[in-house]
């Protein structure tokens, strides 16, 4: 059975930093790439960034050199750390596996809040 927990995020002030650790399960997970999306109040969901199974990233112009995606195919989890975080960054961050066993899978989402 495919699970897709995530953990962390929460509350920071403008400028500060979180992360959002997305861990799977019943998937080789090191054969997927994983992406990042958010979603903010009355708006549709957004891709954030990606990382292949090799290890490549790509981000959302907003967010480069500000957030880093990265994986630990040990631990089976890949990690969305956020710096220099601003209020627009305030969204719902679900971690997203785009294709295994011929469906995508969601992690359930994690609030993440940029507020003084």
């Known amino acids: 059975q495919v699970r897709i927990v995530q953990s962390g995020g929460g509350l920071a002030q403008p400028g500060g930093s979180l992360r959002v650790s997305c861990a799977a399960s019943?998937?080789?997970?090191?054969?997927?790439?994983v992406a990042w999306y958010r979603q903010a109040p009355g708006e549709q969901r957004e891709w954030v960034g990606n990382?292949?199974?090799?290890?490549?990233?790509n981000y959302k112009d907003s967010v480069k050199g500000r957030f880093s995606i990265t994986r630990n195919n040990g631990r089976n989890t890949a990690y969305l750390s956020m710096n220099n975080l601003k209020p627009e960054d305030t969204a719902v961050y679900y971690c997203?596996?785009?294709?295994?066993?011929?469906?995508?899978?969601w992690g359930q989402g994690t609030q993440v809040t940029v507020s003084s």
């Open positions: 019943g998937i080789t997970f090191r054969l997927t790439p």
């Open positions: 997203n596996i785009p294709s295994w066993r011929g469906r995508t899978w």
């Open positions: 990382i292949t199974s090799a290890g490549t990233t």
